[in-house]
């Protein structure tokens, strides 16, 4: 069954860089089968998807955040990546990575989410 | 962007009440639609896919159904597991949307 992981620093300065990492356990991110994506939800509000990368590299982002955003991902580790330039406290929330089937577009698999908190 | 409206914003129902959720899409979606139930504190869990595929694992008592961009999840004898947020998330077009979801309280 597969988990997934996220991490990093739970605050960050405003205007600085957010970078999570999301470890991937019970299956291969080279699998072929899926999408790796990020969704993130404001303390009591909705979700909104990030954007999302493929094992070979390729991306979709979400509009709003394209200008912000770059995901990466590391085979050797399981692992891929979200980097936020520019924060600011509308970026505080809970960062969730997700399984993407392919082909299918719905997340069957999720993160526990981590809280990430943008300070002035 | 695709917007998904759920009605209604939070609904209380009973123990073993069925109840129907709906979320309206501004667009023609076809069939991609999810739904995912959150509990305070957890990550989305996801229920049905592609407007009324019962994800694995997920009881019977979970329906989902589509008429034109109107979709529905009903949940037929609610059980005190159920009460939670539901949401919708649409996938016929970047960027993926969700729906503000449907606070689901015991009566």
């Known amino acids: 069954q597969v988990q997934l992981q996220e991490s990093g620093p739970g605050l960050v300065k405003a205007s600085q860089t957010l970078t999570l990492t999301c470890t991937v356990s019970?299956?291969?991110?080279?699998?072929?089968?899926?999408?790796w994506s990020w969704i993130r939800q404001p303390a009591g509000k909705g979700l909104e998807w990030i954007g999302r990368?493929?094992?070979?590299?390729?991306?979709n982002f979400n509009p709003s955040l394209r200008s912000r955003i770059s995901m990466s991902v590391d085979m050797s580790n399981n692992q891929f990546s979200l980097k936020l330039d520019s924060v600011t406290a509308a970026d505080t929330a809970v960062y969730y990575c997700?399984?993407?089937?392919?082909?299918?577009?719905?997340?069957?698999?999720w993160g526990q989410g981590a809280l990430v908190t943008v300070s002035s | 962007d695709t917007q998904l409206t759920q009605s209604p914003s939070s609904v209380s129902a009973s123990v073993g009440d069925s109840v129907t959720l709906t979320c309206r899409a501004s667009?023609?979606?076809?069939?991609?639609l999810a739904w995912y139930q959150q509990k305070q504190g957890k990550a989305p869990k996801l229920l049905i896919f592609?407007?009324?595929s019962l994800q694995s694992g997920v009881p019977s008592r979970f329906s989902g159904s589509r008429s034109g961009t109107n979709f529905t999840l009903t949940i037929s004898s609610l059980q005190p597991e159920d009460f939670a947020t539901y949401y919708c998330?649409?996938?016929?077009?970047?960027?993926?949307?969700f729906g503000q979801g449907t606070k689901l309280e015991i009566k």
């Open positions: 997700a399984r993407e089937v392919g082909g299918d577009c719905y997340f069957d698999s």
């Open positions: 019970g299956d291969s991110l080279n699998s072929g089968s899926y999408y």
């Open positions: 990368i493929y094992a070979g590299g390729s991306t």
């Open positions: 667009q023609d979606i076809n069939d991609w």
């Open positions: 592609l407007g009324s």
């Open positions: 998330q649409q996938a016929n077009r970047f960027p993926y949307t």
